[in-house]
């Protein structure tokens, strides 16, 4: 369990009691100052901005650790775009019929990890931060809960360098799994979620549903699993994941998701429609996806959603009566596109 999660259920409190007036200026503020950006890469040397929503132009990666593809996706996008040509859409095909209530934001992975020995106990996943947090009152209270709803999380939240991360196997909502040398059947047609992935990776028959996205498919002691609370409970036990040996011949597609964190207006949306402003994210502290050996020697992939000053935008003529942003960074300039206003009926 992320620290996403554990903001949208609740368990990291804000410094001060609920005030939805307040909060609901301080989410409108931030939303004026800041434009969201996803940048991703296999490292945090190499980001680079991505497409997000674009199916079609999923983030490759080639290193000397993973092998594959990341897609990000944000409900109601309305940030910056790598590529000028690309605006963000008016709605990803991945939130279609409904899947919003389930998930506000995506990061999926799709392909193959490197390594010498590598266990399902070595790959952890999660949340690491450059800086000390500003935590509340009696956040060891807090972290005690943490730890109780997620018994294989790895929880450092007082260090100059905070992270909260568990195993990559035991943590994400959907996983999928294919050896090497088998493949799914031919397909007549491919659906428009994950079109590059399905026409490239080849997974096998049932590693993605009918829509196109990553379905639960892992087998569990020879039997083919498609429940991901078994899997995951399976994984809670060190001697599971350290038996099970990641083989860089074999391909997993996992689908991180939450339907608390809002990052497109940077505030959380808890089930009892109570919407608090996101904390550890503004302008300062990227909110940071990493997955890296339990050692930190090496990091697979890396996915941070960054809040970019207004500032650094500025709006351009309409096409399609859609207002244009343009963004000016490093010396050139980029036309990003907004989306019509989020949360739209689907």
Same mark, same amino acid.
Request: proline share 8%; aromatic share 12%; with cysteine.
């Given at each position: 369990?992320?620290?996403?999660?554990?903001?949208?259920?609740?368990?990291?409190?804000? +410094?001060?009691? $609920?005030? #939805?007036?307040?909060?609901?200026?301080?989410?409108?503020?931030?939303?004026?100052?800041?434009?969201? %950006?996803?940048?991703? @890469?296999? !490292?945090?040397?190499?980001?680079?901005?991505?497409?997000?929503?674009?199916?079609?132009?999923?983030?490759?990666?080639?290193? /000397? *650790?993973?092998?594959?593809?990341?897609?990000?996706? &944000?409900?109601?996008?309305?940030?910056?775009?790598? !590529?000028?040509?690309?605006?963000? #859409?008016?709605?990803?095909? *991945?939130?279609?019929?409904?899947?919003? /209530?389930?998930?506000?934001?995506?990061?999926?992975?799709?392909?193959?990890?490197?390594?010498?020995?590598?266990?399902?106990?070595?790959?952890?996943? @999660?949340?690491?931060?450059?800086?000390?947090?500003?935590?509340?009152?009696?956040?060891?209270?807090?972290?005690?809960?943490? =730890?109780?709803?997620?018994?294989?999380?790895?929880?450092?939240?007082?260090? !100059?360098?905070?992270?909260?991360?568990?195993?990559?196997?035991?943590?994400? +909502? =959907?996983?999928?799994?294919?050896?090497?040398?088998?493949?799914?059947?031919?397909?007549?047609?491919?659906?428009?979620?994950?079109?590059?992935?399905? %026409?490239?990776?080849? #997974?096998?028959?049932?590693?993605?549903?009918?829509?196109?996205?990553?379905?639960?498919?892992?087998?569990?002691?020879?039997?083919?699993?498609?429940?991901?609370?078994?899997?995951?409970?399976?994984?809670?036990?060190?001697?599971?994941? +350290?038996?099970?040996?990641?083989?860089?011949?074999?391909? $997993?597609?996992?689908?991180?998701?939450?339907?608390?964190?809002?990052?497109?207006? +940077?505030? &959380?949306?808890? #089930?009892?429609?109570? &919407?608090?402003?996101?904390?550890?994210?503004? @302008?300062?502290?990227?909110?940071?996806?990493?997955?890296?050996?339990? !050692?930190?020697?090496?990091?697979?992939?890396?996915?941070?959603?960054?809040?970019?000053?207004?500032?650094?935008? /500025?709006?351009?003529?309409?096409?399609?009566? /859609?207002?244009?942003?343009?963004?000016?960074?490093?010396?050139?300039?980029?036309?990003?596109?907004?989306?019509?206003?989020?949360?739209?009926?689907?």
């Amino acid at each position: 369990m992320m620290l996403g999660n554990l903001f949208g259920a609740g368990l990291i409190p804000s +410094q001060n009691m $609920y005030d #939805p007036m307040t909060s609901q200026r301080l989410i409108l503020q931030r939303n004026a100052n800041f434009v969201l %950006r996803v940048r991703a @890469g296999p !490292d945090m040397a190499n980001l680079q901005t991505i497409d997000v929503n674009y199916e079609r132009t999923p983030l490759k990666i080639d290193s /000397r *650790y993973f092998k594959g593809y990341i897609t990000v996706r &944000v409900f109601g996008f309305n940030g910056l775009m790598a !590529d000028p040509c690309h605006p963000p #859409p008016a709605q990803a095909e *991945y939130f279609a019929n409904g899947f919003s /209530r389930k998930a506000l934001y995506s990061i999926q992975m799709v392909g193959q990890f490197h390594g010498h020995n590598l266990t399902a106990d070595d790959i952890m996943f @999660g949340n690491y931060f450059d800086q000390r947090l500003p935590l509340p009152p009696f956040s060891g209270l807090f972290e005690w809960f943490m =730890k109780r709803m997620d018994r294989t999380l790895a929880l450092d939240m007082k260090s !100059d360098n905070p992270s909260a991360t568990s195993p990559l196997l035991s943590t994400v +909502q =959907k996983l999928s799994y294919w050896k090497g040398d088998l493949h799914g059947s031919e397909r007549s047609s491919v659906p428009e979620v994950n079109n590059k992935v399905l %026409r490239e990776m080849l #997974p096998i028959d049932g590693a993605f549903d009918e829509e196109g996205r990553v379905a639960e498919y892992f087998p569990i002691k020879d039997t083919l699993n498609k429940d991901s609370k078994k899997r995951r409970h399976y994984f809670e036990k060190t001697s599971h994941r +350290q038996k099970w040996k990641i083989k860089s011949s074999d391909t $997993y597609a996992c689908d991180f998701f939450s339907p608390f964190i809002d990052v497109n207006h +940077q505030c &959380v949306r808890m #089930p009892n429609a109570v &919407v608090e402003p996101m904390p550890f994210f503004d @302008g300062d502290m990227p909110l940071r996806y990493e997955c890296r050996t339990r !050692d930190g020697r090496h990091t697979f992939f890396v996915v941070q959603f960054e809040l970019i000053p207004a500032s650094r935008t /500025r709006p351009l003529s309409s096409i399609q009566n /859609r207002p244009r942003r343009q963004y000016r960074d490093s010396g050139y300039e980029r036309e990003i596109l907004d989306p019509p206003p989020p949360y739209s009926a689907e």
